[in-house]
């Protein structure tokens, strides 16, 4: 069965990068796509993008300067950068599969909470 | 973008009543939308897929409905683990986008 963990610093300092990993068991991250979406206080969920199996990415446009999206094939993870963080980045930060760009999550990480503060 | 508007924000409903949740599109996105159940502390949970699919593992008593720009998941004879927040999500095209989500309360 596929799982998704991901793992990464809990606190980030305003202005600083964000980096997250995703380490995938049960299933090769050179099929489907796999993404980064995140959850805020409050609730709202924002889709942050995506890399395909072919390493191809699409990210959300409100994000498209800051975000970065990478894998590491050898060791079936995918990573996220995000640059220049604020305050309002701080979410609980999921990976997730979809079978297709334009799709569903049909598979999640537990989720991890990152909190940007000085 | 397309905006998903969920109505209501909160439904407080007593165990074994059934129940709808809306969930409008800004603009017609066919059938795309999918549906999740989170609860406090744990990952989303796919409930239904593509408006009407049902999802393996998911009990019966979920269902989805709807096309265009509205859509409906129903809950058949709520149960005591159902409360919970429940999200839609289209696929229609990118960015892919969330409903601000709909909880389900115990009256």
């Known amino acids: 069965e596929v799982q998704l963990q991901e793992s990464g610093p809990g606190l980030v300092k305003p202005s600083q990068s964000l980096s997250l990993t995703c380490s995938v068991t049960?299933?090769?991250?050179?099929?489907?796509?796999w993404g980064w979406i995140r959850k805020f206080p409050g609730n709202k969920m924002e889709w942050m993008g995506y890399i395909s199996y072919s390493g191809s990415t699409s990210y959300n446009p409100s994000l498209k300067s800051r975000i970065s999206i990478t894998r590491d094939t050898s060791k079936n993870q995918f990573f996220l950068q995000l640059n220049s963080v604020t305050t309002e980045d701080t979410a609980t930060y999921y990976c997730a599969r979809s079978p297709r760009g334009y799709g569903w999550f049909a598979y999640w990480g537990q989720g991890t909470l990152v909190t940007v503060s000085s | 973008d397309i905006v998903l508007t969920q109505s209501p924000a909160t439904l407080s409903v007593t165990p074994g009543e059934s129940v709808s949740l809306s969930c409008r599109a800004s603009?017609?996105?066919?059938?795309?939308i999918h549906w999740y159940q989170q609860k406090s502390n744990e990952s989303p949970r796919l409930l239904i897929k593509?408006?009407?699919q049902s999802i393996s593992g998911i009990p019966s008593r979920f269902s989805g409905s709807g096309s265009g720009t509205d859509f409906t998941l129903s809950i058949n004879r709520v149960e005591s683990e159902d409360f919970s927040v429940y999200y839609c999500?289209?696929?229609?095209?990118?960015?892919?986008?969330f409903g601000s989500g709909t909880k389900l309360e115990i009256k």
């Open positions: 593509y408006a009407s």
């Open positions: 049960g299933y090769s991250i050179t099929s489907n796509y």
């Open positions: 999500q289209q696929s229609y095209s990118l960015p892919l986008t």
């Open positions: 603009q017609g996105i066919s059938t795309s």
